[in-house]
């Protein structure tokens, strides 16, 4: 996954994001051309040995041996000496370490140190990520932020493990398969229901809204609609089937996609709203940190589900 979103080029349309995030550590405040021209995985060197990631930009080829688990028994001699026959005239190498947490043994320090290898942590790489997402928001694809999300969230769990005690683990040890077998039959369950989804995108008609609109399926389950204001408040109106209807959601996306709006400014912005026009906000029931404007039946014809999200949308501008 670090390869695909180190490539500048591929299809998640978060450009430079992961690489200069990176890259940014080593040399901050930098404004160098870090638009890639190669990303490669698993570089052999001549002695047979593999280098996890070799990136190449202007200027720059980035060699990038990923520890997470393993401790670095790596030959860090032979992968400087690679990457020293690669390099071109005018390019500068840089040899990065791209550890869990920051390496604390004495014998791997002094390794990276002749070999010029510098370590960077995945708390300062997450960090820096966090940071600059926001930069890359309007680029990016929906689709996308989502397995970057998940690629946080997962090295975030890893950095600082969640604490359970032994009677939960048990517990999970005795019951896991059966776990991923609910799931797995509920995750096909929800597909069935989905079916509609393609139909429903197609029936609500976002060319004549009075702001830019764009629209974008997540999950298989949840058509989305992303209405920018004049303010360049971005409102979500979506359509989430589940068993027990179809939930039609409201919520401001925040312009940091690592972090959601809070409640409390989002009920300050819907308060100017045409949508919430003499209506209590807190009478709303809500999902997480989303807004149900209403649940309609599971039932509903796929028209009338149309129907509805279009009579929202057109209520979503200031008063």
């Known amino acids: 996954i670090l390869a695909f979103f180190f490539n500048s080029e591929e299809v998640h349309g978060f450009k430079t994001l992961f690489v200069s995030s990176l890259i940014n550590l080593v040399e901050p405040n930098q404004n160098a051309n870090l638009e890639t021209l190669s ?4 570089v052999m060197t001549e002695n047979g040995k593999r280098l996890d990631i070799v990136i190449r930009t202007d200027g720059k080829i980035i060699g990038i041996e990923n ?6 028994y790596n ?4 992968y400087s000496s690679y990457l020293k026959s690669q390099v071109k005239e005018n390019e500068r190498i840089i040899k990065i370490v791209l550890s869990l947490n920051k390496l604390s043994d004495t014998q791997e320090k002094s390794r990276m140190g002749e070999s010029g290898f510098i370590n960077i942590s995945y708390s300062d790489f997450i960090t820096e990520l966090k940071n600059r997402l926001g930069l890359y928001f309007q680029e990016g694809s929906p689709d996308y932020l989502v397995h970057i999300k998940d690629f946080i969230r997962t090295i975030e769990n890893l950095i600082t493990p969640i604490n359970m005690n032994q009677a939960v683990v048990d517990f999970f040890i005795k019951y896991e398969e059966k776990y991923w077998e609910l799931d797995a039959a509920y995750q096909n369950a929800l597909s069935s229901l989905a079916i509609n989804i393609p139909t429903l995108r ?8 009075k702001y830019p609109t764009t629209q974008g399926v997540w999950k298989k389950a949840t ?4 209405i920018i204001l004049p303010d360049k408040t971005d409102i979500v109106l979506e359509a989430v089937v589940r068993f027990k209807g179809w939930y039609i959601n409201i919520f401001v996306r925040s312009p940091n996609p690592a972090s959601q709006t809070s409640q409390t400014k989002q009920v300050e912005i819907f308060q100017k709203l045409k949508i919430f026009s003499n209506k209590n906000i807190s009478d709303y029931p809500k ?8 649940i309609l ?3 509903t014809e796929i028209d009338e589900v149309g129907k509805k999200i279009m009579d929202f949308m057109a209520l979503i501008e200031y008063k």
Do not use: C, G
């Open 39 to 42: 990303v490669e995985r698993e």
């Open 67 to 72: 520890k997470i688990f393993a401790s670095l």
């Open 75 to 78: 030959d860090l001699d032979d």
């Open 202 to 209: 197609n029936m609500v008609d976002i060319s004549n809204q």
């Open 223 to 226: 058509l989305y609609h992303d």
């Open 287 to 294: 999902w997480d940190y989303k807004t149900v404007l209403e």
């Open 297 to 299: 039946p599971l039932e």
